[in-house]
């Protein structure tokens, strides 16, 4: 095991107490990897902020058809949160989680060249203008192109109708937090090392790169950025 690993500072009295199995990279890689579940459906559950200011923005309606696209969606909590706002509307729910970690697993790369990453065809049967709003909810990170993605989302979006996309990533807020405390580092990199991942492949785009993917095809366009969370949204021109 590599010095830059982690797990190969164990100590034979750590090993004593634990046994052997602490040694074995599948148990490390499944120990790891668990650490990760249940975390989108915590942070998104728990951050009232960003959603009050996600329902803000989406100014959701009795009666609208809305598209929320996503990871982790029955965990965050926002299907019903949506459906409660627009009654008997139309609420259609595209979960991509499983997708996102077998691209990951599989080293599957997008047209960017990013890990992870993959055309969203999700739409391409859907009718022009059919929604009155699009919500993508942690999905940021897995589209290989947000120029064409978001053209195709503003394609079914009605106009006038606001589009949402959000994302708690791995950016620049994270890895700076990371460095600043020890203890942090050395348990991020365990677990990533432990995942047999290397630190820092999950794709990320930056509020920048999104305003560059979207520059002419929104108005009263706005971002947010709090604790590795990104929001960035728009309106589609009426």
């Known amino acids: 095991m590599s010095d830059d690993n982690p797990w190969s500072y164990l100590q034979p009295n750590d090993v004593e107490r634990f046994g052997p199995v602490i040694l074995d990279p599948a148990e490390q890689k499944r120990w790891s990897s668990a650490l990760f579940l249940g975390g989108l459906s915590y942070m998104w559950q728990k951050s009232t902020v960003l ?18 696209l996503g990871e982790a969606l029955e965990g965050s909590k926002f299907p019903p949160d949506i459906q409660a706002r627009i009654g008997d509307g139309e609420l259609v729910c595209i979960d991509i989680i499983e997708e996102a970690r077998n691209a990951m697993i599989q080293r599957r790369f997008g047209r960017n060249g990013k890990l992870g990453t993959w055309e969203y065809t999700y739409t391409h049967a859907t009718p022009d203008a059919h929604y009155d709003a699009v919500f993508v909810m942690q999905g940021i990170g897995h589209s290989d192109d947000w120029t064409i993605t978001g053209r195709e989302l503003l394609r079914v979006l009605k106009p006038g109708g606001p589009l949402m996309l959000t994302e708690i990533g791995f950016g620049p807020q994270f890895f700076g937090a990371m460095e600043m405390d020890l203890h942090v580092e050395y ?20 509020i920048a790169e999104l305003q560059t993917a979207f520059a002419g095809m929104l108005k009263d366009e706005g971002s947010f950025s709090w604790r590795s969370a990104d929001l960035f949204w728009g309106r589609k021109p009426a």
Request: glycine letters at 8%.
């Open 51 to 68: 959603r009050d200011l996600i329902f803000l923005h989406l100014e959701l309606k009795l009666g609208d058809r809305v598209l929320l």
């Open 187 to 206: 348990i991020f990199r365990k677990i990533v090392a432990g995942r047999q991942r290397e630190l820092g492949d999950a794709a990320y785009y930056s």
